[in-house]
């Protein structure tokens, strides 16, 4: 992020003021995306005038390369250098389109490939001792909260930001299905098993007691009565995670761990996908390694001649 004494220009003001409005209105890209492009672009921009550039016209592919190599040498993380310059791509490339500039740099602007890393999950074991952990906790409405919040986040594979904005109305409980909305604002169904039923179906009879004014239609709430945000919610995650003694596991970790379940249960790739609403096959197939390194290890310890 560009600090205090970056001051950037007012051309780049302009650009980058609608250009967040683009990946907000238009592209209908989640509050998360928003920031991080803007972010991205804003250090882009703060970069550029520190080389006596005043507007998008001006950047050429050395001004983006030197931002990038300044990044890696305070150390920034491969896959973070990689999201920079897609928003750097898309900047220049938008900037393009709407006569801000007469070339695109960003074309020719490479990115470092992202560090191939497998997602930590826990074993079926582990992750049902985290649902006995929160089945077992005390007695009280916020307790309820938190035992449907490990109960859906693990039975239906979404993301801790899709389950903050679920509503009361897009459970279907009679089908054992929800309606979930999840990047770029693509609706799909999801899924969920008896306990998640049993464990959603207690919160929703008191919900009532924590349930404020301004939550009415949402599905999970805070102490405070208003919708539950993400950071309460991965607490809720990491408290659980402590008290059953398994390793320390964040609301992706749980999706994570349902994706791999799934699959080493015998369902498809694209089950999955549509499961867990991935846009491309391949970021599915991540997990497919996970199985395949799990597999490894039993054969390493089990076999004769392993």
């Known amino acids: 992020m560009p600090t205090a004494d970056d001051l950037i220009p007012a051309g ?5 003021a609608g250009f967040v409005a683009h990946l907000r209105d238009e592209r209908g890209c989640s509050p998360a995306t928003v920031r991080a492009y803007a972010s991205d672009v804003a250090s882009l921009c703060a970069s550029c005038a520190r080389h006596d550039v005043a507007e998008p016209a001006q950047i050429r ?5 030197a931002w990038l190599a300044a990044d890696a040498a305070r150390g920034l993380a491969r896959s973070s250098l990689a999201r920079r310059a897609a928003s750097a791509r898309a900047f220049t490339a938008w900037c393009l389109r709407r006569g801000l500039a007469t070339v695109d740099p960003g074309t020719r602007l490479a990115s470092p ?10 074993t079926v074991s582990q992750a049902d001792a985290v649902m006995a952990s ?3 906790a005390e007695a009280g409405a916020l307790s309820a909260r ?10 239906t594979g979404i993301r801790v930001a899709e389950l903050c904005a679920l509503d009361v109305d897009d459970l279907d409980f009679a089908r054992r299905t929800m309606r979930v909305l999840g990047k770029g604002d693509k609706e799909r169904t999801v899924p969920f098993g008896e306990p998640a039923e049993r464990a959603l179906s207690a919160w929703i009879a008191v919900r009532s007691q924590v349930a404020g004014p301004l939550a009415r239609s949402a599905l999970f709430v805070g102490a405070r009565g208003r919708r539950l945000d993400p950071r309460a919610a991965r607490t809720v995650v990491h408290r659980m995670a402590e008290l059953a003694g398994v ?15 799934v699959l080493e249960g015998g369902a498809d790739l694209r089950s999955v996908q549509e499961l867990l609403g991935h846009a491309s096959l391949a970021t599915t197939q991540r997990y497919t390694h996970v199985s395949i390194e799990r597999l490894r290890s039993a054969f390493a310890q089990a076999h004769p001649r392993a």
Not at 113 to 122: A, F, H, I, K
């Open 113 to 122: 490939r992202p560090g191939r890393t497998l997602p930590s999950v826990l």
């Open 134 to 136: 929160a089945a077992g």
């Open 247 to 261: 390793p320390d596991i964040a609301p992706h970790g749980l999706r994570h761990s349902a994706a791999t379940h």
């Open 61 to 65: 592919l050395g001004h983006l390369r």
């Open 12 to 16: 780049f003001e302009t650009a980058l």
């Open 146 to 155: 938190d035992r449907a919040v490990v109960e859906t986040l693990y039975a």
